[in-house]
């Protein structure tokens, strides 16, 4: 006689699509005897307006670069007047 588990993993993964995790997850979980998937959920994190949130290799937000203007800074010079 066996007995049966249901098993429920959550965490966050970095990855570069959703098509590409479900790819790895299904290799994972063939290498289980006996397992059968009943119940899937990915959620792609997004800010507040819906906007799909991107991150870095090591896990930080990524931000897009800032533009900044260089400010060069000129000495008034005096002119003579003759």
């Known amino acids: 006689m066996k007995q049966k588990f249901t098993v ?4 966050n993964v ?6 590409e995790l479900e790819t790895q997850m299904r290799e994972v979980l063939a290498k289980f005897p006996n397992f059968v998937p009943t119940f899937s959920s990915v959620e ?3 800010d507040y307006t819906g906007n799909i949130r991107l991150f ?3 896990g930080s937000e990524y931000r897009a670069p800032s533009v900044t203007e ?3 800074q000129v000495d008034e ?3 003579s007047k003759e």
Not at 8 to 11: D, N, P
Not at 14 to 19: A, F, H, M, P
């Open 14 to 19: 970095l990855i570069d699509n959703q098509t």
């Open 56 to 58: 870095n290799d090591d």
């Open 8 to 11: 429920q993993i959550r965490g």
């Open 70 to 72: 260089k400010t060069v």
């Open 44 to 46: 792609v994190w997004a």
């Open 77 to 79: 010079l005096e002119v």
